[in-house]
């Protein structure tokens, strides 16, 4: 599903296939992140030497597959998350706010407020995928 490469090879738009932590396990980048320059000047200062990045598109495109096909009917933008990019969104925005209390302020609304955004990233990747 994915390979490893050297940091020093990263291009932006390339797509992580697994978490980068630092050495203390620490969530540098969550997998699923598509990189841009910010991220790889992280990885680099860091020291992260590899990661694992998604093959190519087609994989990419593979990833959202059991998403997009979920949409709503006739792929309708308006239709809302389905269940399962809910419960997906929620996956990834548990490790990446595993070190807050979201019930409090001002963590409760910055969490909605990725939770929103996550879940929009998904509804228009899952329509991408169904309108080639």
């Not at 203390?24 to 990885?43: E, N, T």
């Not at 990833?63 to 990834?92: H, K, N, R």
């Not at 929103?116 to 998904?122: A, P, S």
Request: net charge negative; with cysteine.
């Amino acid at each position: 599903m994915g390979r490893r490469i050297s940091t020093d090879a990263i291009q932006s738009g390339q797509t992580l296939a697994g978490a980068v932590h630092d050495r203390s396990g620490r969530l540098l980048i969550p997998a699923g992140m598509v990189l841009q320059d910010k991220q790889i000047r992280v990885l680099l200062s860091w020291g992260i030497s590899t990661v694992e990045v998604v093959d190519d598109e087609q994989d990419a495109a593979n990833d959202t597959s059991d998403i997009s096909e979920e949409i709503g009917p006739q792929g309708d933008p308006d239709a809302g998350p389905t269940p399962a990019m809910e419960e997906q969104a929620d996956l990834v925005l548990e490790e990446r706010f595993r070190h807050c209390d979201v019930n409090r302020h001002p963590m409760d609304g910055l969490y909605r407020l990725a939770r929103q955004r996550l879940l929009e990233e998904l509804m228009q990747r899952g329509q991408r995928a169904r309108n080639p």
